[in-house]
């Protein structure tokens, strides 16, 4: 081998640096190649699992193609069921004392209301009705019979009550009702308070309480419905003393269902005849931070308004109607979806405007 001279290979330098230079280029590019070109598998350190980057987000999720079947078909199916509540106190749909054209006399429920009533029912295509203010078993069949003849087959019901024997409880519904536990109609359901002179006296809840569990699919959901005492003066008590009594009632029948099942799908609801911040209401739901609360669900009109109920006779407008849900319940509660019918006829059928609430269920 023959050596240059110090003095030549220092001419040659510059030379020698740009060849070394280019011969580390190639061979960098050509491992750079070599790997591109390598199964995912055999690749040092691999997984097996594919290198795919996901797709951004909003993108189509797609799946393999199959034959008959579009390449971009969803992961996974939907296996939630909507289950549509409305709760409505239908204003005295029975046979009682009514002024109509000069004349007062018992009559039933005026053609042109129950007609404006169906009208509002069958538009909102409950799966579940929670009724207040209807009579006997047989204003509830008729009532049912209406409906199915405006195209809302209802074939399920429970009917119930208390002390006040003209306005009752009643549920329909589409899915079957596989148990009862209703209270009141025997007179059981019963308090102690003052009478209008503030003399001790024991009184029976007027209308009970409406118990009734319905079955959608897997899915069991525990209805109570109640009708507090309303505002109007009585002469045997003080009507606000009733009605503080009546939803401890409620309360406490409640807190036994949980005390059995905590995780039950308890709904309640009603026309409790207060406002959301009064002694009644505060009762029925409970302490926030118990396992046993009961969260009241949020409806509000297309104009977001959250009235349900118009007194004439004071000319006030209130929220009396409620649904409150048990903690395992609310997650399942639709707000969005969930609003207070406020259609142009609501004043017709009654002077309270209905609920209607989405729950997702699974199949």
Avoid at 200 to 219: C, E, H, W, Y
Wanted: hydrophobic share 35%.
């Amino acid at each position: 081998m023959r050596y240059l001279p110090i003095k030549l290979l220092l001419l040659r330098a510059p030379q020698c640096a740009g060849a070394f230079l280019l011969l580390s280029l190639s061979l960098l590019i050509g491992s750079c190649n070599e790997k591109s070109q390598t199964p995912e598998w055999e690749r040092p350190g691999s997984s097996g699992e594919s290198s795919q980057s996901p797709p951004p987000q909003g993108a189509p999720q797609t799946s393999p193609t199959v034959e008959g079947q579009p390449a971009t078909a969803p992961v996974s199916q939907n296996l939630d069921q909507e289950l549509r509540f409305l709760s409505y106190n239908i204003k005295n749909y029975l046979t009682m004392s009514r002024f109509v054209d000069g004349e007062r006399k018992d009559r039933r429920k005026p053609a042109r209301e129950i007609e404006a009533l169906v009208e509002i029912i069958v538009t909102a295509r409950p799966d579940v009705l929670g009724i207040c203010e209807i009579g006997s078993r047989e204003d509830l069949a008729e009532l049912q019979k209406k409906l199915a003849e405006g195209g809302l087959s209802l074939a399920h019901s429970e009917h119930a009550g208390g002390a006040d024997t003209t306005r009752q409880l009643g549920l329909l519904s589409r899915y079957p009702i596989i148990s009862t536990d209703s209270q009141g109609a025997d007179g059981s359901l019963t308090y102690s308070s003052v009478d209008a002179d503030n003399l001790p006296k024991d009184f029976a809840m007027q209308r009970g309480i409406l118990d009734a569990t319905v079955a959608v699919g897997s899915q069991k959901i525990r209805f109570l419905g109640v009708h507090l005492k309303s505002k109007r003066e009585v002469p045997y008590g003080h009507q606000d003393l009733m009605r503080r009594h009546e939803a401890y009632l409620l309360r406490r029948h409640a807190d036994r269902i949980l005390d059995l099942n905590p995780e039950t799908l308890l709904c309640v609801y009603g026309d409790f005849n207060d406002t959301r911040r009064e002694s009644p209401v505060r009762s029925i739901q409970g302490p926030t931070q118990s396992t046993r609360y009961l969260e009241p669900l949020h409806h509000t009109d297309s104009r977001g308004h959250v009235w349900t109920h118009y007194w004439e006779y004071q000319q006030v407008y209130s929220r009396f109607d409620y649904v409150l849900a048990s903690r395992s319940l609310r997650p399942l509660f639709n707000q969005q979806a969930s609003y207070i019918i406020d259609s142009p006829g609501w004043s017709k059928a009654s002077d309270h405007r209905a609920l209607v609430s989405i729950f997702k269920l699974r199949r």
